[in-house]
């Protein structure tokens, strides 16, 4: 939705999308803040995470999800709340927690805790039978390594296990993962991990400008990004399209281009 047809500018699919989608992350914003959320970008947003465990503490959480889901926005809590049960023996309550509060979405992850991942691919199995699943490859440790190899062998697996994205790990600081501890883009990991693995099928999670500028740089307007803060998808959406100076010059004919 444009209130101006500009030429020049990138093609983006609607909602509902494969490409091009973006993931916000709500870590507590208030029932007014979530209306206007949606009242102002929710035509921009496919995916709205309530982060790590921020829903077990959330005042109004079913009013809050109903905003979300009545503004066509798919809603999951954050994995870091499914490890937490899990860890616990928990996983039928688990379950009974997606239904009581009327999410349509899951996401999977062991970025907390060790998990074997043919057990986390029969979580995906399962869940995807009523969910739509985003799985999450990558530790939220800085001092776990995974080898390239590793992380291409699980999204290729939790794919076929069931999972609509999968999400490539960098937490809300944009500094474990994929990133290098300076929050700069692990350039061999991002490009032998897209070499393998189709692109439209990962979510790279780009919580800062700067990465979210590389990745468009690096693989066009319709990426799929997330860990969105709130107030950051509107600008996003102008990075998309070469509407900020940051990729400004990225979608236009060369004839227009200034060096």
Partial sequence: ??????????ERPAKPRKTGIAMVMDK???????????SVAGHLIDFLKLGFGTSMITNNLKEKIKIYRDGGINVYFGGTLFEAFLI?????DYRKYLEKFGVNAVEISDGSMEMDNQDKCDYINKLS?????????????????????????????EIKAGSFKVIAEARESGTVGIYKA????????????SAKVPLD???????????????????????NLGN???????????????????????FLPDDLKQS
């Fill in 1 to 10: 939705m444009l209130n101006y047809n500009l030429p020049w500018l990138p």
């Fill in 28 to 38: 507590g914003l208030s029932i007014r803040e979530a209306e206007n959320l949606v």
């Fill in 88 to 92: 616990r023996n928990l996983f039928d």
């Fill in 129 to 157: 039978q009523d969910y739509i699943v985003l799985s999450e490859v990558g530790s939220k440790d800085a001092g776990v390594e995974i080898s390239n190899e590793e992380w291409i062998l699980q999204m290729d697996s």
């Fill in 182 to 193: 300076d929050g700069k883009a692990n350039i061999s990991l991002i490009n032998d991990i």
């Fill in 201 to 223: 099928s990962i979510i790279w999670e780009a919580p800062i400008k700067s990465q979210q500028v590389w990745f468009i740089k690096h693989f066009g307007a319709n990426v």
């Fill in 228 to 250: 969105i803060a709130p107030a950051e998808i509107i600008p996003l959406e102008t990075l998309r399209l070469g509407l900020r100076g940051d990729t400004f010059m990225q």
